[in-house]
């Protein structure tokens, strides 16, 4: 017999074995399912390069918030897709904007049983499709849209938002909605900073999600693929502003950048698998060329190993099913 005292593959012998030096577990709590709630829609609509993800009317959300909750996801993160859409993105900080009314008819629903999260940023809202306010020559103006995302955060808080997910990338809004919030004493609500938002070809089928009129790129406020020290930096100024978490986006593509901010960061580190994310391993799926069941399971503990304490994920829901069904 050859002597080979150390053999990794010990551990590896029996599901029991293997499942007691398992290192990384997902739990259905560290699942936040992003959602689309369309303005006058009346019946749920399928969005095609997402399949299986809808736009929901709001009796469809506030059904399928119910839904998630009873699955034991840890949150829900909301998407308006307004019907008006005008150069400042006013429907975002109006309290009868669907947005605001989702974020009211879910509370009202799940109370405190799941975290109530709603994107704060004005792509969905702006004629233009940009995160922010446009100056005279067409740029991305940063301190103006700090002042529309101050309001933005204050209608989401109002209507009974739990968290915040600031998307934008603009400079300094984590300390500007801070701030906007403890002014109007709102001092429990918690924001989210997408600390690290890349800016990715992963976003496309959320485009047609939110059915976005972007013509260009968001390459001036998100972050270059090619920068990972970059990424870290994003995370630090945000915690120094007062982020409550921070996150990566998107996540299986950057990884590395993910697990460099869970090494630093002080607050819990979360990662978005996004719409792109989704759509690759659906369409495979459906092709038959790849697992799907397998390739979700992996590709959300992979993020969950690399260093994310919550996944943003469009399976949130029928992943948490399997996770209880391997109880
Ligand atoms: C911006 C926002 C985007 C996503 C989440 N928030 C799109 C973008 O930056 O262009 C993308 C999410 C996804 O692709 O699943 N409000």
Known sequence: MTHLPIRPRR????????????????LPSQLVLPMFVREGATEPVAISSMPGQVQHSRDSLRAAVTQAAEAGVGGVMLFGVPAERDATGSAACDPDGVLNLALRDVVAEVG??????????LDEFTDH????????RGRVDNDATLEHYRAMALAQARAGAHLLGLSGMM?????????ALDEAG????????????????????FREAVESTLSGNRRSYQ??????????????????EGADVVMVKPAMSYLDVLADVAALSEVPVWAYQVSGEYAMVEAAAAQGWIDRRG???????GIRRAGAEAVLTYWAVELAG???EGI
């Open 11 to 26: 551990l590896r012998t029996t599901p029991a074995m293997r499942r007691l030096t398992a290192e990384t577990h997902v």
């Open 112 to 121: 405190d049983a799941v975290v109530v999260q709603a994107d704060l940023c």
């Open 129 to 136: 499709g940009h995160c922010g306010v446009l100056d005279p």
């Open 171 to 179: 400079d300094g809004q984590v300390a500007a909605v801070r701030e």
């Open 186 to 205: 709102h001092t429990d609500v918690a924001l989210l900073a997408y600390a690290a938002k890349y800016a990715s070809a992963f976003y496309g089928p």
């Open 223 to 240: 972050l270059d693929p090619a920068n990972r020290r970059e990424g870290a930096r994003e995370a630090v100024l945000d915690v120094a």
């Open 295 to 301: 390739a979700i399971t992996e590709s959300v503990l």
């Open 322 to 324: 399997w996770l209880r």
